[in-house]
């Protein structure tokens, strides 16, 4: 900064001395230059004469001779003129002074003043955010702080280019505030610096797994191929491995990778249930789908006779632990009984399939108004909680009214 600020004061200097000599020799040197132009020219003149009277050309040489010496006193300048001109320097004051400040205001808009005091107050803030980021019992950085911590740690590398860590650190922030560019690029230079580290490796593979550039999923594709061959038992390349054909709608390839995975995850955990959820949705995404839940309604005489036509049959299936619905159906009033089917395609968030369910419990609701929400008079049938295993049939029968 300090540097920036000795460079535009040399350069205004210059600029004003420059102007200032212009000023002061426009009127001495052309007043120096007449002078001797005038003398020369009388010299020259005397010798002619010299040379005439020897010649007898010139009978009245003295008289002559006056005349050239009125001449020459003739064309002398005037002291008031003198004084003009050695004043006129002084009248580019006001340009110099506007010259300072349309450059100083050029800088302040265009030069990015701002943004250099910004950089300068990160700097100052990096070391203590770096601390506090190294530091597992200290506060957690925000947003804000993780962004000014990433432009003080990308100065850092600009001095100390070979720091593998700090370049894997710079990739793990890119991740974390969505900037994948930033992330690639990181991990792309500590690649470099240490080629053989398969932990970078599995980082920039998640990067370009991430993206959403399909030549980056190829190309993670190619790596984490390639690392599966020395570990093929490695969870970390198998879910990446799913992930990026899933993404790329491999679904057949990505289901092969998730069962991979099953036997070596411990049996309903949530790992194990995560992976079973992505199978069930690539299948579905897949047109493979089998997984179904029959239902066979049926309702009492007395909510019968309390049938409006307008009436809407809402039926919701849960955990049985949560009452997020898992799967939801929405059909109008027919004859009872009926039956009804329900699969993936009924969820109401892809993350939370029917067919992942271990355990299920249904409740079926008659609106007469049409209302998604339970009304009071509102009947309806509900099951105690029952074990789910992709294929089977339950009965609900509408027996209860809400209060």
């Given at each position: 900064?300090?540097a ?13 001395a ?61 002291q ?51 601390a ?11 947003i804000?702080e ?5 432009v ?17 650190m ?17 991990f ?30 190829r ?18 390349i198998?879910?990446?491995l799913a992930?990026?054909n899933?993404?790329?709608?491999n679904?057949?390839?990505?289901i ?25 949705l690539?299948?579905?995404n897949?047109g ?15 909510a ?8 809407i049959l ?5 955990d ?23 699969d ?10 029917l ?12 609106s ?5 929400d339970p ?22 029968v ?6």
């Amino acid at each position: 900064m300090s540097a920036l600020w000795l460079s535009i004061c040399i350069i205004l200097l210059a600029a004003c001395a420059l102007v200032l000599t212009s000023g002061w020799r426009s009127g001495k040197d052309t007043s120096t230059q007449r002078d001797q132009l005038n003398k020369t020219f009388y010299r020259q003149r005397l010798n002619e004469l010299d040379e005439d009277e020897q010649q007898g050309v010139v009978a009245e040489k003295q008289e002559m001779i006056t005349e050239l010496q009125q001449t020459l006193l003739t064309d002398i300048p005037e002291q008031q003129t003198v004084i003009r001109r050695s004043s006129g320097r002084w009248v580019l004051w006001p340009g110099l002074i506007i010259l300072v400040l349309v450059t100083l205001g050029m800088y302040l808009k265009t030069g990015g003043l701002a943004q250099v005091l910004a950089w300068e107050q990160i700097n100052a803030q990096y070391p203590k955010l770096r601390a506090q980021l190294m530091n597992p019992q200290d506060k957690a950085l925000n947003i804000r702080e993780l962004e000014e911590f990433e432009v003080g740690l990308r100065t850092s590398l600009q001095s100390h280019p070979d720091n593998i860590n700090d370049w894997a650190m710079l990739g793990r922030l890119g991740m974390v505030l969505n900037n994948t560019p930033l992330a690639s690029q990181a991990f792309q230079r500590a690649l470099k610096l240490s080629p053989n580290n398969n932990e970078l490796k599995l980082a920039y593979a998640s990067v370009l797994v991430r993206s959403q550039d399909p030549q980056d999923n190829r190309q993670a594709q190619v790596m984490l191929s390639n690392m599966l061959t020395a570990e093929p038992n490695s969870l970390r390349i198998l879910s990446l491995l799913a992930a990026v054909n899933y993404t790329q709608q491999n679904y057949d390839t990505a289901i092969g990778y998730w069962q991979k995975m099953l036997p070596l995850l411990p049996a309903n955990s949530k790992e194990a249930n995560a992976v079973e959820q992505g199978i069930e949705l690539a299948r579905t995404n897949a047109g493979q789908q089998s997984s179904k839940l029959m239902l066979n309604v049926a309702i009492s005489p007395t909510a019968e006779k309390m049938l409006t036509p307008n009436g809407i049959l809402y039926i919701s299936v849960t955990d049985g632990v949560s009452p997020v619905p898992v799967a939801v159906k929405r059909i109008p009033l027919s004859h009872f009984p009926l039956t009804v089917t329900l699969d993936d395609s009924n969820a109401m968030v892809q993350q939370r399939l029917l067919s992942a369910q271990h355990n299920i419990q249904v409740r079926v609701r008659i609106s007469r108004d049409g209302s998604a929400d339970p009304q009071s008079g509102d009947w309806y049938g509900q099951t105690g909680k029952l074990p789910y295993n992709g294929h089977q049939t339950v009965a609900v029968v509408i027996n209860q009214q809400q209060p």
